[in-house]
């Protein structure tokens, strides 16, 4: 996140988008309810009806997959009408002949054509976003889980720019993340193309850094995404894979093949708290420790670092730092960590906007990077007086459908997300019983009008398919999709909605497009 959870309550308005925020994110939406409490503008951008698209003052309802035109067509109203903020654009960007080009191709009528919203809700939203003092940006993964996620997000960015409404208290672009210490992941180089703290492995000063920090020869090739091992493994590139705290079988897209990749690897290693459908294909499972048998830090979605300390001593006899640490050993390169406070010093003293942070500052309230010195305190929102690479650059961003559509066998859009019982895919949450009695199967909610012309009752057990698979279903008519979509909780790993999702990846982050694909509906006798 640019800014902080606690300046959403001050923000004039908050635009979220593909963000389902009470369900996913229950304790970041009070802030945003706080803001409407205030006086604050609440506009929801969401194919379906959710329960925070009920609450706000304007839900737009867009086609699945057009978020790109949507924004460019915002953008398009606003410096049409002089909404925009030319101070900003003339002091702190670069580029904005190109977007301005671009947008002039996405008037109200066009826009409206593609995304299926009203000229009226266009405007209104524009109006809302551009006018406002403060306006906030949210999204989570109904953004970024698309072949166009990138695109997306940069034209959020290019939202923000154009009215200024970034460097700024209350504003800016702010991704809530979906799991926890996702953040912290990312931050300590948990990406095939950075070291800890972002810093390229293609830049030879971070690779000469690490090497010898490390004292041990690196690679300077980006290595794969999560979703291009499965690709290798088919193509059998690699052999042997690791999988800590994840559950693939259930999470990735297309998971008949994802199980075939499974069964090809010669060496599958599962570290987990609980047995997942992932560790069935394992040749080995090491039990890990949870968050109450941890001692270290996490980071939040506001970049703020804070301790975590153990409730319990590790069921397992060793945390995970230490059962990886053996590993390593064992495979040749030793470790000598004595203590999570040990890695958190090797980690701030490698990555620059940790530089500031010890066990002892963090202690209270954690402190939100970067915080390069000892007598830093903290950063609440990036990019006051500048960009980290000086003006910003806006992004002239094209509308590109989504890489599958219906058509006469697969005729219904399927998106995909979360219910307000479940987490993920369901490791945990669906081990609590009172959790399992509210959603004990999983549902398929389509539109009444769908559901009658398709002869299907609301409990009926439907056989939902893909050009990848299929699963069965119970039958859930409700308002909250509109006709032609139908939605599909991704907990439940008996009948996976990620059996019949789109593999198609986002050509920067391999992304797969879990949100957007074709289906087929048809009632079981």
């Keep these: 996140m640019t800014n902080s959870f606690a300046e959403l309550e001050k923000a004039n308005c908050i635009f979220a988008i593909g963000t389902n925020t009470t369900v996913a994110h229950p304790i970041a939406s009070m802030r945003l309810m706080r803001a409407k409490a205030n006086g604050a503008k609440l506009i929801v951008v969401d194919p379906r009806r959710t329960q925070i698209a009920s609450l706000a003052h304007l839900h737009i309802q867009h086609r699945l997959g057009t978020d790109v035109a949507l924004i460019n067509g915002l953008m398009h109203i606003i410096y049409k009408n002089g909404w925009h903020n ?103 180089g948990a990406l095939p193309n950075v070291f ?59 998971i008949n093949r994802v199980e075939k990749a499974m069964k090809a690897l010669d060496f599958l290693l599962v570290m987990d708290i609980f047995p997942t459908p992932t560790t069935k294909f394992a040749h080995l499972v090491l039990p890990a420790t949870s968050f109450a048998e ?44 004595t203590s999570g406070e040990d ?23 954690g402190l939100c990077w970067p915080c390069p010195t000892l007598d830093h305190p903290g950063t609440q929102y990036l990019h006051k007086d500048r960009f980290a690479r ?84 119970k039958a859930l008519l409700t308002e909250r999709v509109k006709p032609g979509v139908v939605f599909i909780p991704l907990h439940f790993a008996e009948n996976a909605a990620n059996r019949l999702t789109n593999a198609a990846l986002d050509p920067v982050t391999k992304t797969p497009e879990y949100k957007v694909c074709a289906v087929s509906l048809a009632k079981v006798a």
Excluded at 226 to 249: R, T
Excluded at 299 to 321: F, L, Y
């Design 86 to 188: 030319q101070a900003f654009i003339e002091e702190r960007t670069e580029n904005f002949p190109a977007l301005e080009e671009m947008i002039d191709k996405f008037p109200p009528e066009r826009t409206s054509e593609i995304t299926g919203v009203p000229v009226a809700q266009l405007q209104q939203a524009a109006e809302w976003y551009s006018q406002a003092e403060a306006s906030a940006i949210c999204y989570v993964l109904g953004i970024t889980q698309h072949s166009t996620g990138t695109d997306n997000v940069k034209s959020l960015a290019n939202l923000a720019m154009i009215c200024g409404h970034i460097g700024q208290p209350s504003t800016g672009v702010n991704p809530i993340r979906g799991q926890n210490n996702v953040q912290g992941a990312c931050d300590m």
């Design 196 to 254: 800890p703290g972002y810093q390229y492995i293609t830049v030879p000063e971070n690779l000469e850094k690490f090497e010898k920090a490390w004292k041990a020869k690196l690679s300077p090739t980006p290595g794969l995404t999560m979703f291009e091992q499965i690709d290798a493994i088919l193509e059998g590139k690699f052999k042997g894979l690791v999988v800590f705290g994840a559950n693939p079988v259930t999470s990735y897209p297309d």
């Design 294 to 337: 941890s001692d270290g830090t996490f980071s939040s979605s506001e970049r703020r670092v804070q301790r975590v300390r153990p409730a319990i001593p590790p069921i397992p006899g060793k945390t995970n730092w230490e059962a990886i640490q053996e590993l390593s050993a064992r495979m040749g390169y030793p470790m000598n960590f």
């Design 343 to 365: 890695i958190f010093n090797e980690m701030a003293s490698l990555t620059p906007a940790f530089g500031g942070m010890t066990f002892e500052r963090l202690n209270e309230k």
């Design 390 to 473: 000086g003006l910003g650059a806006f992004q002239s961003i094209d509308y590109r459908p989504p890489a599958e559509g219906p058509d006469a066998e697969y005729p219904l859009w399927l998106t995909t997300g979360t219910l307000f019982t479940h987490y993920l895919t369901g490791t945990m949450t669906r081990r609590c019983p009172s959790l399992h009695h509210e959603n004990p199967v999983v549902e398929v909610e389509i539109h009444p009008e769908d559901a009658r012309r398709l002869h299907i009752q609301p409990g009926e057990q439907v056989k939902a398919t893909s050009r990848r698979g299929s699963i069965m279903v």
